[in-house]
């Protein structure tokens, strides 16, 4: 199976290209400066500049990829539409579903299985220990990955990896960016994974690094530098089959989408594939899934951006006890969901129900998971009917609360926002926020008229 895959692949080889002729950019006054190189080959100091406003240099990354065997088909681009902010992967040839986009060979892979080989000595017990301490043991695949990145760091151009870490950005908007009274502007949920990212960072910072012993002192105790590698292992990492993590240097410029155009794969060598998973249209963007579609507050918590594509969010009910009973109904995140169009998934309505009669009448409470668990369609229809008043007044009160809850958040933001030098992330937590906001209003007006 391997050997028809690699024929494919030298089959197709004509269909690949040389970075040379793939670098587009959409021009932004102001920002062009972002996309190309501020070291000086010449000068003492060769590590990167990671000042949120350092350019990345693309082109000597698309160079340097081409040079350590990476393959691309012809019409893969990179381009941005900011000014280099967020650069990411489009077509500019229509692709057949199916068509190999890209090849990256093993040994431009960083993984944390490779990181945990070379970089867990034994003299690590005391930066583990605190790592251990702060209950993040679950963690140490993404520490020792961080740890691998500030180990290339160090090395400057030296390292076999500066090119492509001279190429990443430098300024993020997600949670682990956020100030805290960004964290104070979020609904609960949201709130409750930003706290959650920061947490992780906090934990993997520098109170443990301090001790990792084959670090420079300055690398060590600089913040900024820690939080840097932190977002690039957190942002750009994927796990694989096998539990490692993975980041694929070039396959890390596909951005996210719902539909995503791209699909990976990995041989038994560890070398990685793209194709494409339907026909992609000339001037399409190249993205893969990032996580479930339906939970953008995840996506905006842990990457920064707003995935407005996505055709439900989760409808932010959250009970103060969540039982088996109610899992078993259907309660998580990404089927407790309110549509765009303003539908109310089967979800939602039965974990109103289960709480109304819970409290109310628990005969009609063992009468509905009896239902349930028999799939009678047939009597859950007939109980919904029966307390269809009560569960839509409840929907009706949630929609009420969470709009109004919504509306002093962006309030409070709002009133800040000539503070953008402090809290820059405020105009996307406004976005989120109204984003929200639109798909409520939307259920609102389904359900209720108004």
Not at 198 to 203: H, P, S, V
Not at 276 to 295: C, E, F, I, K, Q
Not at 383 to 399: D, G, P, R, V, W
Not at 409 to 437: C, M, W, Y
Request: aromatic residues 12%.
């Amino acid at each position: 199976m391997k050997f028809i895959l690699l024929l494919s692949i030298l089959d197709a080889a004509a269909a690949f290209t040389s970075p040379a002729r793939l670098i587009t950019t959409t021009k932004h006054p102001n920002h062009d400066h972002r996309l190309y190189s501020t070291y000086d080959t010449d000068s003492e100091t060769t590590l990167i500049d990671i000042d949120e406003e350092a350019p990345r240099d693309i082109p000597s990354m698309e160079a340097w990829s081409y040079e350590m065997g990476a393959q691309r088909t012809d019409g893969f681009a990179l381009t941005t539409d900011d000014g280099g902010y967020n650069v990411y992967a489009m077509t500019n040839v229509d692709l057949p579903t199916g068509s190999p986009i890209l090849t990256i060979p093993e040994h431009m892979i960083l993984s944390s299985n490779k990181a945990m080989a070379e970089l867990r000595t034994s003299d690590m017990s005391e930066a583990e220990k605190i790592v251990k301490s702060v209950n993040a043991e679950s963690e140490f695949r993404h520490y020792y990955l961080m740890l691998k990145l500030l180990v290339e760091y160090e090395k400057g151009m030296e390292s076999p990896w500066y090119q492509w870490m001279n190429s990443l950005p430098r300024y993020y908007t997600n949670a682990a960016s956020m100030t805290p009274f960004c964290c104070l502007c979020l609904p609960s949920l949201m709130r409750k994974l930003t706290v959650q990212e920061r947490g992780y960072l906090q934990r993997l910072g520098v109170s443990s690094i301090k001790m990792v012993p084959y670090l420079n002192e300055d690398t060590k105790y600089d913040v900024d530098l820690c939080t840097w590698v932190y977002q690039i292992v957190y942002t750009r990492s994927f796990e694989t089959a096998d539990g490692d993590l993975k980041i694929v240097p070039l396959a890390d410029m596909f951005n996210h989408g719902a539909y995503p155009e791209v699909e990976s794969s990995y041989d038994e060598e560890g070398n990685y594939y793209a194709y494409t998973t339907y026909d992609v249209p000339a001037g399409s963007p190249l993205r893969m899934s990032y996580g479930d579609p339906t939970n953008p507050s995840f996506l905006f918590a842990r990457y920064g951006f707003l995935d407005e594509s996505t055709e439900a969010t989760f409808c932010k009910i959250i009970p103060e006890h969540i039982n088996k009973d109610m899992e078993e109904l259907g309660y998580a995140h990404n089927r407790m969901l309110f549509y765009k169009d303003g539908n109310v998934s089967e979800e939602v309505w039965d974990i109103l129900l289960f709480q109304h009669v819970s409290s109310t009448k628990i005969g009609d409470k063992r009468a509905l998971m009896e239902a349930h668990r028999s799939g009678d369609y047939a009597t859950k229809q007939m109980l919904h009917e029966k307390y269809y008043e009560n569960t839509s007044a409840m929907l009706l009160e949630h929609l009420e609360s969470f709009l109004e809850q919504l509306e002093k958040l962006s309030s409070k933001a709002g009133e800040r926002q000539t503070e953008l030098g402090d809290h820059p992330r405020l105009p996307l937590i406004l976005a989120h926020n109204e984003f929200v906001k639109q798909t409520f209003l939307a259920v609102r007006m389904q359900n209720f008229g108004y």
